[in-house]
């Protein structure tokens, strides 16, 4: 059996007050885990607590000890105006490039902001997904992908899993989430509970 | 040119010129280039200060600009925003204002510190810069990887549980001290032009940072060299002759 990761037993997340339902989940070494449901139910403070960034209000959280993690959100790096290539930012979280799509390999050596908005994200998340790390969080990872963009993540997130790392990841696309996961989480809104 | 008189005062600058760029960068990275101005008015007011009271005013300038530098992480956040940064400037520049318009002791050294004359650097203070930009200069290096990542990914150290605070505090002070050590060696407009303008031109024209740190850093040198011998050769002030040519070089690239 593989590896536990990460543990939530009615885990209720926010940042000032509860803000998400009770949520159970178990994520294993190899396992990709979507979260999905519709706005306003805490996806993304859900990602931020099993992060550590958002509170644990209730509830049970337990990380591997030393587990290692990867953690992408949803804001573009700020690198406009930055004299910073793609091979460079590849380099700062010590991913390597083998796997990238032509369509981006050949763009390494130019300055972040001199890319497309699609080749900026993809970059910028591949520097996430391809970091050292156990467990990797993508918060909606296919904004302004297109769809041979969409089909390459789906790739490289099931290699990326095959090489021992767990995914959670929060996205508002069906198709994606169901051609990427082992295991899809439908949440539940805090007053859908009550 | 080339006898001690003027040998000496050059070097000293030219440690700074290579430095001072390259921190610049870092700084305009952070989007804190306002704090060089800050920093390097308050070294002003503290070397005032210093003389005033009858201590060795770089000793006052870097004691100030450290204080400030490493205390800066304990600022309200309501003084995020730069506001601080303009808050300790017009602090610093009040302060030293006023020291020389009240001490005539303070009044030649206020005056040198503002218009920029390098002229006044000895050996001692030579020393000292070679020493200081040795130290500095590696340490930016080392810590270049990390000023990027907590700018471009600021999750990256939290969700890693690596503290960031010794790298964000550590900048800080490094660059207080070089702004302290520059403002009472070069002047406070000199070093902020050597601060702001070479990284301003190489943040929209270099390709990748590490070039972009080495032409920031081969700009400052050979804008400081220009600016040395054109003092010189006219009998002008030094800073304000710096600070020309470098905005004159930065708005013709630009």
Redesign the interface.
């Known amino acids: 059996m593989s590896e536990i990761l990460i543990q939530a037993e009615k885990l209720v997340a926010g940042w000032q007050q509860p803000a998400t339902a009770p949520l159970d989940l178990c994520l294993a070494a190899g396992q990709i885990i979507g979260l999905t449901g519709p706005n306003g139910v805490g996806k993304t403070t859900l990602l931020s607590a099993l ?3 958002a509170k644990c209000f209730s509830g049970h959280l337990q990380r591997r000890p030393a587990l ?4 992408q ?1 949803q804001e573009l ?3 406009d ?5 793609g ?3 590849l ?3 010590a991913a390597s490039s083998s796997g990238l799509p032509a369509w981006l390999h050949h763009h390494l ?3 972040l902001d001199r890319l497309s908005g699609g080749q900026r994200h993809y970059l910028s998340l591949w ?2 997904l391809q970091s050292p790390a156990d467990m990797v ?1 993508l918060d909606e990872p296919t904004n302004n992908l297109d769809a041979p963009g969409i089909a390459h993540l789906v790739i490289a997130l099931r290699q990326r899993a095959a090489g021992g790392a767990g995914i959670i990841l929060v996205s508002h696309d069906a198709s994606f989430v169901s051609d990427a996961c082992d295991t899809v989480q439908r949440l539940r809104g805090i007053d859908d509970v009550e | 040119m080339w006898n001690d008189l003027f040998l000496v005062p050059f070097l000293s600058g030219l440690c700074l010129a290579l430095l001072l760029p390259v921190l610049g960068c870092f700084l305009r990275l952070r989007d804190e280039w306002l704090a060089a101005l800050a920093y390097a008015h308050v070294a002003a007011a503290g070397a005032l200060l210093a003389l005033v009271a009858g201590l060795a005013p770089m000793l006052g300038g870097i004691g100030a600009a450290a204080l400030v530098g490493a205390g800066k992480r304990f600022f309200p956040k309501r003084l995020a925003g730069g506001a601080a940064f303009v808050l300790l400037l017009l602090a610093g520049w009040a302060t030293a204002v006023l020291l020389t318009a009240n001490q005539p002791l303070a009044e030649r050294l206020g005056n040198a510190l503002f218009d920029g004359q390098l002229y006044f650097s000895d050996s001692s203070n030579f020393y000292l810069l070679l020493l200081w930009s040795l130290f500095a200069l590696p340490v930016l290096f080392h810590l270049s990887s990390q000023l990027l990542l907590a700018r471009i990914y600021p999750d990256y150290f939290h969700a890693r549980h690596l503290p960031v605070w010794p790298v964000l505090s550590g900048f800080d002070l490094l660059a207080a001290l070089s702004l302290a050590l520059a403002t009472t060696t070069l002047g406070v407009m000199s070093s902020f032009a050597l601060v702001f303008v070479p990284p301003w031109i190489v943040f929209s024209r270099a390709r990748t940072w590490r070039s972009g740190i080495f032409l920031a850093a081969l700009i400052g040198l050979l804008g400081y060299s220009a600016a040395f011998a054109l003092a010189l050769g006219f009998d002008q002030p030094f800073g304000p002759v710096l600070a020309l040519l470098l905005v004159m070089v930065g708005l013709v690239i630009a």
Do not use: F, M, Y
């Not at chain 1, 290692?68 to 953690?71: S, T």
């Not at chain 1, 105006?81 to 290539?85: A, H, K, R």
């Open positions: 992060a550590g960034r290692r993690i990867a953690l959100n790096p700020p690198v105006g930055l004299p910073l290539s091979r460079e930012l380099a700062l979280t050596d130019q300055r520097a996430i969080l």
